[in-house]
Nanobody, 115 residues
Framework: QVQLVESGGGLVQAGESLRLSCAAS????????MGWYRQAPGKERELVAT???????NYANSVKGRFTISRENAKNAVYLQMSSLKPEDTAVYYC?????????WGQGTQVTVSS
């Protein structure tokens, strides 16, 4: 059984920063990749950022230069440092972990950015 738990969401003003954390438990082997996705009201879930066990990162164009993803492989934890937040960043953010055979998802954490 694998469980992903997100934390760090909240309400901030535009231009401020927020740091999301995701802690994984119950896994035996390291994940191939971990990442963050988000879903805003009325929109489909979209990729925000991913990072492989080797440290290779990928970002959505909308967050490139503002968000930074990092991970601690030994802890199977992933983080998302969000800077220069915009109202359009408002969404539920989901942690994702890719194993060899299965994708795992967290329950989501709400991020709200006021203008």
């Amino acid at each position: 059984q694998v469980q992903l738990v997100e934390s760090g969401g909240g309400l901030v003003q535009a231009g401020e920063s927020l740091r999301l954390s995701c802690a994984a438990s119950g896994s035996i082997f390291s994940f191939i990749a971990m990442g963050w996705y988000r879903q805003a009201p009325g929109k489909e879930r979209e990729l925000v950022a991913t990072i492989t066990s080797g440290g290779s990162t990928n970002y959505a164009n909308s967050v490139k230069g503002r968000f930074t993803i990092s991970r601690e492989n030994a802890k199977n934890a992933v983080y998302l440092q969000m800077s220069s937040l915009k109202p359009e960043d408002t969404a539920v953010y989901y942690c994702n972990a890719k194993g060899m055979y299965t994708n795992y998802w967290g329950q989501g954490t709400q991020v709200t950015v006021s203008s």
